[in-house]
């Protein structure tokens, strides 16, 4: 490639909107001049304890993590361990690109503007779908975690969570920040409870974390090959994949040049940290390769320890997970906020989407719609979209990498934002291994995600093309644009 591609792009300020807004009732919505904005409300611990939560360390540890154990045996703490290194440098293009294009579309706001509108709607849907099925996935295992209080049941319980945290997510944003916080607080205790017992309960030899192991049906181990490894890697780049949410709050952070690149970086190594610790702990401490198989991490804790402090983990896992679904409510909903007012949609959706509560501010159509339907989708069954996710997830990761290689050329060139170190190696490294672990996958799962990718490809090419004057025009705040570091 050697030009960058020309992608209009929507300032927030009607003075430097290069495509003026049509009458109201135009087939448009609000991509365009006069664009609602969000509040800029909080800093760096506000944006870090978000993040933070929506990374949600805890729930995944004990959501998706025993998945992980029951394939990869004593290897998930090395593969996690690969999938945060690899996290440094995803890390790296979130902070270079999130300073430079500031805008709560994230990852399709970042990539469109670099690479062109098709390129963006293409992220946009893969972001998409994380939007839809994560927030379920983790709702689900509510209930679990409650039984030692009462019995309930999973899909209930899991949609009475999303309900709740669609309620929180049309509260203002720097509330939710510090009532997350407490949960977060809450969910690192328990994480640290779990990592001190299985220390203490050393039952095998460290050398299981670099010689990693996996059980037989007959009761036996095998080595764990290489490419099971792989394979893994894009569950765990989906475990540990939270601290892009600081993208996603750019327009609403004090000076975003300077606080996204902070809070993506703090993130990535607090959060990683949470999940990897007690993933070590768990491993080393699990009486047997079948126990530690089979994922019963409350189970562990109560046999390391006392009903009473597996009931305490317990319950400090359920604020985990509730935790998690409002903040990754309120993260998805940006998102969708911001497709309608870059015009993905119709024009009636693309006001209603758009349209900001005059109390907190926040968009609560858009919450809603990303709230309600994540309720429906606890009645369905989620397993194999979980690996949609993850194959989701990495083939993000690749657009925004491939974003990051044509960063520097252009008008983007001279602008004020953070710039990531060994450039351009570190992306172009990125986009190799996350192909190849694109590879790996399974056919069914890289099917899910082309077909979609597909029937999103002929939106654009039907409906969006023909109309690119007025429509999916992309947005960048003027005031997130103008700061310097």
């Known amino acids: ?32 001049g006069g664009a609602p904005q969000l509040n800029r409300s909080i ?65 399709y706001a970042m990539v469109g503007t670099l690479m062109g509108r098709l390129a963006g709607w293409l992220v946009f849907v893969l972001s998409l779908i994380v939007v839809m099925i994560v927030p379920p996935i983790i709702a689900l295992g509510t209930a679990d975690y409650l039984a030692p209080l009462t019995p309930l049941d999973p899909q209930w319980t899991a949609a009475g969570v999303m309900l709740l945290a669609t309620a929180m997510g049309l509260l203002d944003l720097r509330a939710n920040a510090w009532i997350t916080g407490i949960f977060l607080v809450l969910e690192v205790v328990a994480a640290g409870v779990v990592a001190f017992l299985g220390f203490s309960h050393t039952s095998r030899s460290a050398s299981v974390l670099v010689h990693p192991v996996i059980a037989t049906p007959g009761g036996h181990s095998t080595a764990l090959t290489a490419g099971l490894v792989v394979t893994g890697l894009a569950t765990a780049l989906f475990i ?12 609403e952070m004090e000076n975003p040049r300077r606080n996204v690149s902070r809070t993506v970086l703090w993130t990535l190594g607090i959060g990683a940290a949470v999940v990897l610790v007690p993933v070590v702990a768990i491993t080393l401490g699990a009486p047997d390769l079948a126990t530690l198989t089979s994922g019963d991490v409350a189970g562990m804790v109560e046999s390391w320890s006392n009903s009473a402090v597996g009931t305490f983990v317990s319950l400090c896992i359920a ?63 989620l397993d194999t979209l979980s690996e949609v996710t993850g194959v989701a997830v990495a083939a993000m990761y690749v657009f925004v990498a491939l974003g990051a290689l044509v960063s520097r050329r252009g008008a983007h060139r001279h602008r004020a934002a953070w710039r990531m170190p060994l450039w351009p190696a570190i992306p172009a490294l990125l986009v190799l291994v996350l192909v190849w672990v ?21 939106y654009w090419a039907c409906y ?15 005031e997130g644009a103008e700061e310097g570091a």
């Open 1 to 32: 490639m050697t030009t960058t591609p020309s992608t209009p792009v929507a300032s927030a300020t009607p003075a430097a909107d290069p495509h003026p807004a049509p009458t109201a009732g135009a087939d448009t919505g609000a991509a365009t």
């Open 43 to 107: 800093g760096v611990v506000g944006g870090t304890l978000l993040t933070l939560s929506c990374l949600t360390p805890a729930s995944s540890l004990f959501v998706i993590v025993p998945d992980s154990f029951a394939t990869l045996g004593t290897g998930a703490a090395l593969t996690l361990a690969i999938a945060a290194v690899l996290c440094i440098g995803v890390a790296f293009t979130y902070s270079e690109l999130g300073t430079l294009i500031p805008s709560s579309g994230g990852e």
């Open 240 to 251: 540990l994949q939270g601290f892009s949410t600081a993208v996603y709050l750019a327009e």
């Open 319 to 381: 604020l985990a997970i509730i935790n998690a679904a409002i903040v990754m409510v309120i993260q998805n909903s940006r998102v969708v906020f911001a497709s309608a007012r870059d015009a993905a949609w119709p024009g009636g959706v693309n006001r209603a989407l758009s349209h900001l509560g005059q109390r907190f501010g926040s968009p609560w159509a858009a919450t809603l719609a990303v709230g309600v339907p994540g309720a429906a989708l606890c009645f369905v069954n």
């Open 438 to 458: 694109l590879c790996q996958q399974s056919i069914e799962s890289l099917a899910i995600t082309g077909a979609i990718v597909a029937a999103a490809g002929l």
């Open 464 to 478: 969006l093309r023909p109309r690119q004057d007025t429509h999916w025009v992309i947005s960048v705040p003027e």
